[in-house]
């Protein structure tokens, strides 16, 4: 029967990377289940979920399994309470055994009754499954595009339960809107859905040197006006009944729930025998409303109306565009407010080689459209973050700041070169500004990380600027073998340096 119901607390469904000072005799496995993941945290370096997005709601789950375990999530000494388990060096056995034996069939992927992150009653309030091609979000599904592999939809190939698992966190994080499975609910019947909380974002981590100091760092600390009861903020396995979609009374409520009930998607999984795949899926809307977007884990941005969004993932930006934004409270350029957990995170790094931060997410709309997985590392980074070093920070944003005013530069010059040359009627018919994208940021990322690593901020402006030059020059010399062209270029080359000075007005 525990097969059949694949309990993830003993089902090898999580692979992880172990830390050099790993004990016991032989090979340690390559996965492990979830008691035995906190049981071993301070053993194990990293997970090793192979899904970018996946990892990211994972990471979300263990925080908020993390605060209940070590009963951070009600505790009036917060940093203290933290400080004290990170001095024992892993995770209390007793605490891990009180909080997973309070609730023992709660982690089951295909239970009855509770299953894990799933509503059991899509068997009844749906028309049909969605198919199995649906659920994985790495296959087509209908007439959509190929991805990552090809698949049929009248013969689907079975997965895992352990690759069902983590498909499962993707849509419940970075599901799309739009059309979805027809789910009647008290005889209203709807088909479309909200995107999930993730879709489009781009999410934060800060990474230690085992997983035990990756859960601790990532708990985000409670609000110190309010004081939380467990029973007022439940998470979704801890819930006896289902959260009822007509309303979003009661989804969330606190801290914990917001982590890991913050889903527009509902989902259940229809397993094989034995429970070792899953051979189908239920997938619809989960609330008619939409949740309002909360996260510790992402960046906030600013629009020019006032509204606040996350920063998006783009697998052409790379990371090191977004590191001050980490590091400082306010970041030169545009409005930005810093992940909410980084703060409090910084306080369990000391030595300078432990902090990093990981980047993940999915380049996509929101709707059925997913171009790329994002997924980064930084070098350590603790020693330059504002709470220890204010001024190596705020050099760090003007390093940043430097590289992208020239490549902002670079690509307003040769947008104007070549509709000049080309008598373009709109800039994005621009053949250049590809090309010159695809030359510059490489070329500017290094840079940045040379200078970064040596503490070399003098002449930062100067050297993105030559780089930008040099590009200009290589991107428009086809053109300049032409008068036409050689006058194009070299009208437009002054954008390389911030463009012709307006004229005052009576001037």
């Known amino acids: 029967m525990s097969a059949e119901l694949h309990d993830l607390l003993t089902e090898p469904d999580f692979p992880v990377r172990w830390a050099h000072t790993a004990r016991g005799g032989g090979r340690p496995p390559d996965a492990v289940g979830l008691r035995e993941l906190f049981l071993r945290a301070h053993e194990i370096a990293a997970l090793a979920i192979p899904l970018a997005p996946a990892l990211s709601g994972l990471y979300r789950i263990l925080y908020a399994l993390t605060a209940r375990i070590t009963e951070l999530d009600v505790s009036r000494n917060w940093h203290a309470e933290r400080d004290r388990v990170l001095e024992s060096g892993r995770f209390d056995p007793v605490g891990i055994d009180r909080y997973f034996c309070a609730y023992p069939d709660r982690f089951r992927l295909y239970d009855p009754t509770h299953p894990f992150l799933q509503d059991p009653r899509l068997t009844k309030e749906c028309d049909k499954p969605a198919g199995l091609n649906k659920l994985i ?53 709807e088909a479309n859905s909200t ?11 800060p990474l230690g040197r085992t997983l035990f100091e990756t859960l601790l760092a990532g ?27 007509l309303t979003l009374k009661g989804v969330v409520t606190g801290p914990m729930s917001k982590l890991v009930g913050h889903n527009q998607h509902a989902l259940l999984l229809v397993p094989g025998a034995q429970g070792a ?20 884990y992402v960046i906030w941005q600013t629009s020019q109306a006032g509204n606040r969004y996350a920063r998006y993932a783009d697998c052409r930006r790379g990371l090191w565009r977004d590191l001050d934004a980490l590091l400082l409270h306010d970041p030169p350029g545009v409005e930005t407010r810093r992940p909410p957990v980084f703060p409090t995170a910084i306080d369990v790094f000391e030595d300078e080689e432990d902090l990093r931060v990981q980047a993940l997410g999915i380049d996509q709309e929101g709707q059925a459209k997913d171009r790329q997985i994002v997924s980064a590392i930084t070098p350590p980074v603790v020693q330059l973050m504002e709470e220890r070093d204010p001024v190596q920070a705020r050099l760090v944003g003007d390093l940043r700041l430097a590289g992208e005013r020239a490549g902002r530069r670079l ?97």
């Open 411 to 507: 690509d307003r010059a040769v947008k104007q070169a070549w509709a000049l040359f080309s008598n373009a009627s709109k800039a994005e018919d621009c053949a250049w500004s590809a090309t010159a994208a695809a030359y510059y940021w490489p070329a500017a990322e290094s840079e940045f990380w040379q200078r970064l690593r040596q503490r070399h901020f003098d002449g930062a402006a100067q050297a993105f600027r030559s780089t930008a030059e040099r590009i200009y020059d290589q991107v428009t010399q086809a053109a300049a073998g032409t008068a036409r062209g050689a006058r194009a270029c070299e009208h437009a080359r002054i954008e390389l340096y911030g463009g012709r000075p307006k004229k005052t007005p009576g001037a």
């Open 137 to 189: 979000t790495t296959r087509p599904s209908g007439s959509n595009h190929a991805w990552f592999e090809h698949s049929v939809d009248a013969r689907p190939h079975p997965v895992s339960s352990a690759q069902a698992l983590q498909h499962l966190i993707v849509w419940r994080y970075y599901g799309p809107s739009g059309r979805c499975a027809a789910r009647t609910v008290r005889g209203a019947k």
């Open 219 to 245: 708990l985000p600390e409670p609000d110190r006006a309010r004081q939380y009861v467990r029973a007022d903020d439940l998470c979704p396995w801890e819930r006896d009944t289902p959260t009822d979609p």
């Open 195 to 205: 995107a999930g909380p993730l879709r489009s974002a781009l999410s934060y981590h």
């Open 277 to 296: 795949q899953t051979v189908n899926a239920y997938i619809t809307w989960a609330y008619r409303e939409r949740i309002p977007r909360d996260d510790d």
